[in-house]
């Protein structure tokens, strides 16, 4: 037996609008089961409220702003319980009544892919996105320290950048002293990939008491000696003597005096004393 061309077709329609049907009902629920993350574009839409519809980007902190409520932290959430939220914020408040939330992600970004991870001191810790073709974002190590608020005052100017590349882990040495004066803040060398993870530990320190104006603690400079970390505690004061200058060190975990001339180096955490002179 065969069958018309118009026949064919008559056939075919529902059989396609099944497959539709299951192919979108499929990608809703991948949606719905995956948890939204930073760089996820949504449209937040609230059933009779027309004025409140908004399409926005899921910021680096997890958060939207939505209209009436102000800041909504969505980021980590399944969409329903994204939904859920908002509904509360919504009624709780007083803004709507028994509000109905549909929210719709019109843009996936995989975290891995198109996002980095700055740690350690830095005023805002935490993941940030990837410059795209059509997303605003960090590209470099300058870019992303600078999305992350800049560094804290005890930052070291030396970091830590560690690069997952299939099975292959990859971590690089960075300093950030070194990459101003070589102007190489810009470079490809330090152009970001996604899942990259940045850490800048706290400074190294030195400590400074005796005959000095201004004693305490300080950062270490690389290659420091002691006749250059004197000056960072104003000078040694008019009882003091370059000649009556000890570092206290730990070296193999024990504490040793260790009497120094003004070209020695200053390392880690040593505490250098200027003795009073009685001359």
Do not use: C, W
Request: no cysteine; aromatic share 8%.
């Amino acid at each position: 037996m065969t069958h018309s061309p118009s026949r064919i077709k008559i056939l075919l329609v529902p059989f396609f609008m099944f497959f539709v049907t299951l192919l979108t009902s499929f990608q809703a629920s991948a949606v719905d089961a995956r948890s939204l993350s930073v760089g996820d574009v949504v449209k937040i839409s609230v059933y009779g409220q027309s004025d409140l519809t908004t399409v926005t980007r899921i910021s680096e902190n997890n958060s939207i702003n939505f209209p009436l409520i102000g800041e909504v932290v969505i980021g980590g959430l399944s969409v329903g319980t994204a939904e859920d939220l908002i509904e509360h914020q919504l009624s709780s408040k007083g803004f709507v009544k028994n509000p109905q939330v549909n929210l719709f992600v019109e843009q996936l970004f995989q975290t891995l892919n198109n996002t980095v991870t700055i740690l350690g001191h830095v005023e805002k810790p935490g993941n940030y996105v990837l410059q795209g073709a059509s997303v605003e974002g960090v590209r470099t190590l300058v870019h992303l320290i600078a999305a992350a608020g800049g560094l804290r005052p005890e930052a070291s100017n030396k970091g830590i950048l560690t690069r997952v590349d299939g099975k292959n882990r990859e971590r690089f040495n960075f300093d950030l002293y070194e990459m101003v004066n070589k102007g190489t803040l810009e470079s490809a060398e330090y152009k970001l990939q996604g899942g990259d993870v940045v850490y800048i530990p706290e400074m190294d320190v030195f400590y400074i008491y005796g005959q000095v104006q201004q004693p305490g603690r300080y950062r270490l400079e690389q290659g420091m000696r002691v006749m250059q970390a004197l000056p960072v505690a104003g000078g040694i004061t008019d009882h003091g003597s370059e000649k009556g200058i000890q570092i206290q060190r730990n070296v193999n975990g024990k504490i040793k005096t260790l009497d120094v001339n003004p070209t020695d180096e200053v390392l880690k955490d040593d505490v250098v004393y200027v003795k009073e002179s009685f001359f």
